[in-house]
Each structure stands twice: as structure tokens, then as C-alpha cells.
């Protein structure tokens, strides 16, 4: 059974970073795309950015481009999401996912999900 579990979400104020992780089981974590994707209350499920199990390619959406940063560690089956400069924009509950497909990944179509993790951030 393949778990996805995230953590690190909380509450920040504007200005201020936090760093999200998620950790896999189930599956051969190494072998998969990563991705963090996040939806806001009454938005739909946006993504964020991805990184290729093989290369460690990432990719960003434009609106996280240069504050956010994904990482891996496949000893570790995780996979991160730091995330400086925070406004109240990024509130959202922010989900983990993995496919070895990397366009279902970025479409939010992934196979597998956590279960999210709420990140708030105060004005």
C-alpha cells in the first residue's frame, strides 16, 4: 500500500518560510516524478512544482517561481518543498503526489496523494 505522508505546514506570518516534506512508503520512491500541489478554499487544486526522479529536473509554477524550492533525498524517500518570502496568497492545504508519469504529475492527475497539510500565512 503506498503512503504518502506530508508535514510542516502551520501558521506563518507574511514575510516569513517554512519547509514541507513528504515522506513515501509502498513504492520505489526513486523511480518516481515528485510533485507538491495545493488548493485554497473554493480554488481548484493548482500545481506547484515537480522534480524528476531521474535527473532531478524541477519545475515551478509561475506564481511560487523563485521562492519556492523542491528537493529530494531518495535514501530518505523524501521529497521537500521550501518555501520562503510567504504572502497570504499561499494559504492552501498543500499535497505531495507521485507518478512515473511527469505530465500527469503537473496536471494534477498523479497516482498517488498525501493527505495534505494545511499552511496558512497571516497579513
Known amino acids: 500500500q503506498v503512503q504518502l505522508v506530508e508535514s510542516g505546514g502551520g501558521l506563518v506570518q507574511a514575510g516569513g518560510s517554512l519547509r514541507l516534506s513528504c515522506v513515501g512508503s509502498?513504492?520505489?520512491?526513486?523511480?518516481?516524478?515528485m510533485g507538491w500541489l495545493r488548493q485554497a478554499p473554493g480554488k481548484e487544486r493548482e500545481f506547484i512544482a515537480a522534480?524528476?526522479?531521474?535527473?532531478?529536473?524541477?519545475w515551478y509554477a509561475d506564481s511560487v517561481k523563485g521562492r519556492f524550492t523542491i528537493s529530494r533525498d531518495n535514501a530518505k524517500n523524501t521529497v521537500y518543498l521550501r518555501m520562503n518570502s510567504l504572502n497570504p496568497a499561499d494559504t492552501a492545504v498543500y499535497y505531495c503526489?507521485?507518478?512515473?508519469?511527469?505530465?500527469?504529475?503537473?496536471?494534477?492527475?498523479?497516482?498517488?496523494w498525501g493527505q495534505g497539510t494545511q499552511v496558512t500565512v497571516s497579513s
Open positions: 522534480i524528476s526522479w531521474s535527473t532531478g529536473t524541477t
Open positions: 509502498g513504492l520505489t520512491f526513486s523511480t518516481h516524478h
Open positions: 503526489s507521485a507518478d512515473q508519469r511527469l505530465s500527469l504529475l503537473r496536471t494534477g492527475s498523479g497516482d498517488y
